[in-house]
């Protein structure tokens, strides 16, 4: 299935990208754009904007800060994540304290997501040897 999406949010996109925060640099420069399946930096996906997409794991991968903890922000995710998952694509979420202080851990918890969504490929890790924390990690449907 194909993904919608708005396209007057491309602009807006492309500014995200070049003022991604400090975790999103961190998680994108040390492990996303060196691994070995292509991901996305903010992209658009219907009327939404998720922080990195993998196109071949059907995985979203969102970075939160303090704004994702109020009852709104909390509210606006859960309809954001329905839609994502509505499109087949599974949503992954750490908050911006798991990417400065268990950044292995949450690049093992994608490389985990990776696995399961295709078996056959076991990506090096990239980022230690450490077991995940499980941070945002959350297991695939049955």
């Not at 109020?70 to 839609?83: N, V």
């Not at 949503?91 to 990417?99: K, P, Y």
């Amino acid at each position: 299935m194909s993904l919608n999406y708005n396209k007057a949010l491309i602009p807006r996109a492309k500014e995200l990208r070049r003022n991604m925060t400090p975790q999103e640099k961190h998680l994108w420069y040390d492990f996303l754009s060196k691994h070995p399946l292509r991901f996305q930096r903010q992209k658009t996906i219907d009327n939404f904007i998720a922080d990195f997409y993998c196109h071949v794991a059907k995985l979203v991968i969102e970075i939160d800060g303090s704004q994702h903890y109020t009852s709104e922000g909390l509210a606006y995710d859960q309809e954001r994540t329905k839609i994502f998952e509505s499109y087949g694509v599974q949503v992954i979420r750490f908050s911006n304290r798991e990417i400065d202080t268990e950044f292995t851990a949450v690049c093992r918890a994608i490389d985990n997501a990776v696995r399961g969504f295709k078996c056959i490929f076991t990506p090096p890790t990239v980022c230690g040897r450490h077991p995940p924390l499980g941070g945002g990690l959350k297991k695939p449907p049955s």
